[in-house]
């Protein structure tokens, strides 16, 4: 008898010993929403991800939604059954809105005293920040509009190519530029750009693919965009068209949803966008300003530079974005 409960007793040893064992080694997942060109070949996504795996000893999985606003659409959509326990990629234009669809929880991370703007929030923590602009090429076009004026009145037929304010954070800030600039006359506005717009794209990377093919003499995209081009193939043809007015102001941000099941893990997550050597990835390969005070690629020392900020209060735009959409919506179709 005591022979058989010994027998059983090891067998049932040996069968729980690969179990516990495979409990003991789990590795917690930290899932990422993320907007497509992040995790691109030429994105910062590979090396964040490896970088965070060292050290974290979990796994990583980044998923990619498009653009920054179809990733809020798909937190809201997604609600509590969403497996995403960070979001990266929306920006300060769709702050007020997340706040109140309620969906991340303070990040608890104490501002920096590093930071190379004044932007700071407890819900969203910044991470990198640009300008938005109208690039071209200087071997195709000689002689770029120098104010957004000058874009909308298009005296020169310039092709045009942007991505949807529906979908796109670039394409928001376009909406959010020419309502800052031409306020009740946004529609006229509209309408004088719609005829000479190549198309409307969902996302950025679809319209700066375009413009790459020769579809477009301009696309909207960001005044640091010609780092890139000189960074990953020594191409100098590209350049920001700088505007007199001023150029529309982004702030990439981060956040712990509320459904996350690894609130800590991507509390680490958030501290670690934060080290110099990811911000130094964010100059190098997402081609944008780091949010903490980091030594910039010498590329950047080439860039146009943008002599004029401009923003939107953000309570202002919360009240009226749907509206301003309509507009645009009504302006296009005509």
Known sequence: MFRNNLLLSLLFSTLLLPLSTNFANAQPTLTVYTYGSFLSEWGPGQQIKQGFESQCNCQLDIITIGDGVSIFNRIRLEDDKTSADVILGLDNNLLEQAKQADIVIPHQITKPDNLNTDWWDSDFMPYDFGYFAFIYNKNKLKNPPHSLHALVENKANWKIVYPDP?????????????????????????????????????????????????????????????????????????????????????????????????????????????????????????????????????????????????????????KNQKAWVREWQSAISK
């Open 166 to 318: 529906r979908t796109s954070t670039p394409g928001l800030g376009l909406l959010l530029w020419i309502k800052k600039i031409y306020a009740d006359d946004a529609v006229s506005a509209w309408e004088k750009i719609a005829k000479h717009t190549v198309t409307v794209t969902k996302n950025w990377s679809e319209a700066y693919n375009l413009f790459l093919k020769g579809e477009a003499d301009l696309v909207l995209s960001y005044s640091t965009s010609p780092v890139a081009h000189i960074m990953n193939d020594n191409d100098h043809r590209y350049a920001a068209a700088i505007f007199s007015e001023g150029h529309y102001h982004q702030v990439e941000i981060a956040g712990i949803t509320k459904y996350s099941h690894q609130p800590e893990l991507a509390r680490s997550f958030l501290r670690y966008l934060l080290t110099p050597e990811v911000q130094r990835q964010f100059a190098e390969k997402n081609v944008m300003y780091p949010i903490i005070s980091t030594p910039l690629p010498e590329a950047f020392e080439q860039l146009n530079k943008v002599k004029k900020t401009l923003e939107i209060d953000p309570m202002q735009l919360d």
